[in-house]
T-cell receptor, first 115, second 117 residues
């Protein structure tokens, strides 16, 4: 069974600084998708960034980038120039390909952004 | 814009009641999911469906059932609600398969906070 592990329950970063959130996963598949979702206090889950396993290039979306290490099964999220609006729960997620594809989440990391 | 709508944002039910949580999506997505979210446990998959009338158990299906009679609607049913089912419930939908990679992400509803007393 696929599992997703986020070992940092809470992280804190100062405004304008950079922070990295960790995620590891376990799978026997060779092709899959990885995601980072953000959940602000409003509870609405928002996609931050996604990565397809066969692509070696790390995904980037503005201030958000990932470090995807397929052999190590690691998928960390780097937030640059942190802003107060980045404060939220961040969830790493894994999804298999195919018709009946499950979407599995980690336990989340709560990010605080301080002035 | 993709919209996933859950029927209630807050719900209070009594122990032993049968509870229906409804979820509707408007993007003709094949896949739909029900999760429960608890502090420190993240999102745990209860059930998912990859087609009308098709369902698969997730990681914690005990005490729950689901129904998908129409493609756009996925219902979660608590046959006899118990206090340990007090939680946040999230519904999500997504398209299926590699051919729709750009839409492989899941879109979420706003969540239903269920309290069983």
């Amino acid at each position: 069974a696929q599992t997703v592990t986020q070992s940092q329950p809470e992280m804190s970063v100062q405004e304008a600084e950079t922070v990295t959130l960790s995620c590891t996963y376990d799978t026997s598949e060779s092709d899959y998708y990885l995601f980072w979702y953000k959940q602000p206090p409003s509870r609405q889950m928002i996609l931050v960034i996604r990565q397809e396993a066969y692509k070696q290039q790390n995904a980037t979306e503005n201030r958000f980038s990932v470090n995807f290490q397929k052999a190590a099964k690691s998928f960390s999220l780097k937030i640059s120039d942190s802003q107060l609006g980045d404060a939220a729960m961040y969830f790493c997620a894994y999804r298999t390909t195919g018709t009946a594809s499950k979407l599995t989440f980690g336990t989340g990391t709560r990010l605080q952004v301080t002035l | 814009d993709v919209k996933v709508t859950q029927s209630s944002r807050y719900l209070v039910k009594r122990t032993g009641e049968k509870v229906f949580l409804e979820c509707v999506q408007d993007m003709d997505h094949e896949n739909m999911f029900w999760y429960r979210q608890d502090p420190g446990l993240g999102l745990r998959l209860i059930y998912f469906s990859y087609d009308v009338k098709m369902k698969e158990k997730g990681d914690i299906p005990e005490g729950y059932s689901v129904s998908r009679e129409k493609k756009e609607r996925f219902s979660l049913i608590l046959e006899s609600a118990s206090t340990n089912q007090t939680s946040m419930y999230l519904c999500a939908s997504s398209s299926a398969g590699r051919g729709f990679w750009s839409l492989s992400e899941a879109f979420f509803g706003q969540g239903t906070r269920l309290t069983v007393v």
